[in-house]
């Protein structure tokens, strides 16, 4: 039954986040997708004709955003999810252990839910200030380096290394979190991705700086999220890639040719 669980498990998760990958490529929605948008980096994002932010195209902004979290983040989720459905399986109060385990990861989804909404009210008053060009990346070099070393910095952070180390260790927060019931599953799913959250809500910032639907940026963040969480020395991976982003923004902010 533990291995049928994994089987379902992994086979939906591959689904989810293929489903999730799948529609970003086909364009989210948009007039334009991400594979154009970017083949054309590095033009002139004001050559298209700025989006219009009826309550229709915000909630479709909302969408993207969402769907995007659920791609990049969701895989970097496995380890724990694999081992909440284990120890749930050994639960005699849990339920039915996969049912369990979808509430956990439903508290993941809330959590990038509301991030989502953040991120859709910032993309439209960066748009609305012409920061951000309807390429949807920035157009001021000093927001440019000011988001690159705003999230360099918070990479060294003890509150990301708290995030992270919760991450990292999925037997720990278990152990210690530890709540009977589906009420209880969701309640942790939420608690552990409001860590999963703080991990990378200023890496997802990035977005607006390299283009929040350039495929080199959302496909890079997303294997530096599998390798910082993943790796042995993930923690020290990621406090190198703030030192670097530190030092780009500065370089931006000095040179900004």
Same mark, same amino acid.
């Given at each position: 039954m533990l291995l049928r669980d994994r089987l379902v498990l992994i086979v939906g998760l591959i689904a989810v986040v293929a489903m999730? !990958? *799948?529609?970003?490529?086909?364009?989210?929605?948009?007039?334009?997708?991400?594979? #154009?948008m970017t083949a054309m980096a590095g033009m002139d994002g004001w050559l298209m004709r700025p989006a219009a932010w009826v309550p229709a195209y915000a909630v479709l902004i909302f969408a993207m955003w969402w769907v995007m979290m659920v791609a990049m983040m969701l895989p970097s989720t496995l380890p724990m999810l694999l081992l909440f459905s284990r120890v749930n399986r050994g639960d005699k109060t849990a339920g039915a252990p996969l049912?369990?385990?979808?509430?956990?990861?439903?508290?993941?989804?809330?959590? !990038? *839910?509301g991030f989502s909404a953040v991120a859709t009210t910032l993309q439209w008053g960066l #748009?609305?200030?012409?920061?951000?060009?309807?390429?949807?990346?920035?157009?001021?070099?000093?927001?440019?380096?000011?988001?690159?070393v705003t999230a360099g910095l918070w990479q060294l952070t003890p509150l990301k290394a708290v995030c992270l180390h919760h991450c990292r260790t999925p037997l720990g927060f278990l152990i210690g979190n530890w709540?009977?019931?589906?009420?209880?599953?969701?309640?942790?799913?939420?608690?552990?991705g409001a860590y999963c959250l703080g991990c990378c809500w200023f890496l997802m910032s990035l977005l607006f700086f390299g283009g929040v639907m350039n495929l080199y940026w959302i496909s890079g963040l997303a294997v530096f999220v599998l390798l910082e969480k993943w790796i042995p020395l993930g923690h020290w991976f990621g406090r190198l890639a703030g030192i670097a982003l530190v030092v780009c923004g500065a370089m931006l902010a000095i040179h900004p040719s």
């Open positions: 999730a !990958w *799948g529609w970003l490529l086909a364009g989210a929605g948009m007039e334009m997708g991400p594979i #154009e049912a369990s385990t979808a509430l956990f990861a439903t508290g993941y989804l809330l959590v !990038w *839910g #748009e609305s200030a012409r920061l951000l060009s309807p390429m949807m990346a920035t157009t001021n070099h000093w927001l440019g380096a000011g988001i690159l709540r009977d019931g589906w009420f209880g599953s969701l309640c942790m799913g939420l608690k552990h």
